[in-house]
């Protein structure tokens, strides 16, 4: 689940220093390039940080999302070497899964998103996620890439979205 719905008011503490330095990178209300980030800047020790690159076809359609970074704290817990996959190739996150529907958002519409995920990982104290999903665009100011903050939250956590 994910909504456009993305105040500094609606976000968990832990994501709102993302979401400000995203919005400072902001030149005219357009979305920051990726030569304008420097991820490893952005990576907090209170969020996760994810960047993705979304691939076309020839369409112009979003063929598959590919992992570009994920810092030391997820890729710790993860098993397999995810930097350099796509998403279709995890299961149950290929086309028409939750987190495709709220990346491809992203992109499409440019604008940053809340979203919530069931977690999956090895730590069984937490069962879902909170999300800031924000768009970042390439050296033409085509949307192409998405800057996610995630933070875990346990069963008892109220619901966020």
């Known amino acids: 689940m994910h909504t456009p719905d993305v105040r500094p008011s ?27 980030l420097q991820v490893h800047h952005l990576v ?6 994810i960047l993705t690159e979304a691939i076309f076809d ?21 098993t397999q070497q995810i930097p350099g996959k796509g998403l279709a190739q995890l299961p149950g996150k290929g086309p028409g899964s939750r987190i495709w529907g709220a990346l491809a958002a992203c992109i499409t519409d440019g604008v940053p998103l809340r979203a919530s995920f ?12 909170c999300d800031v999903l924000l768009p970042v665009a390439d050296d033409t100011g085509r949307h192409r890439y998405v ?13 966020i979205i």
């Not at 800057?147 to 619901?159: D, E, Q, R």
Request: aromatic residues 12%.
């Open 118 to 129: 069931p977690y999956v990982g090895p730590d069984p104290a937490y069962d879902k996620t």
């Open 147 to 159: 800057l996610t903050g995630v933070i875990f939250l346990p069963s008892s956590a109220p619901s």
């Open 44 to 49: 907090g020790s209170e969020h996760s940080t």
């Open 10 to 36: 609606t976000l968990p503490m832990a994501l709102r220093n993302l979401y400000f330095q995203w919005r400072e990178l902001q030149i005219d209300g357009r979305s920051p390039k990726m030569t304008e």
């Open 58 to 78: 020839a369409d112009g359609a979003i063929s598959d999302f590919i992992f570009l970074f994920l810092d030391t704290h997820l890729r710790n817990g993860r």
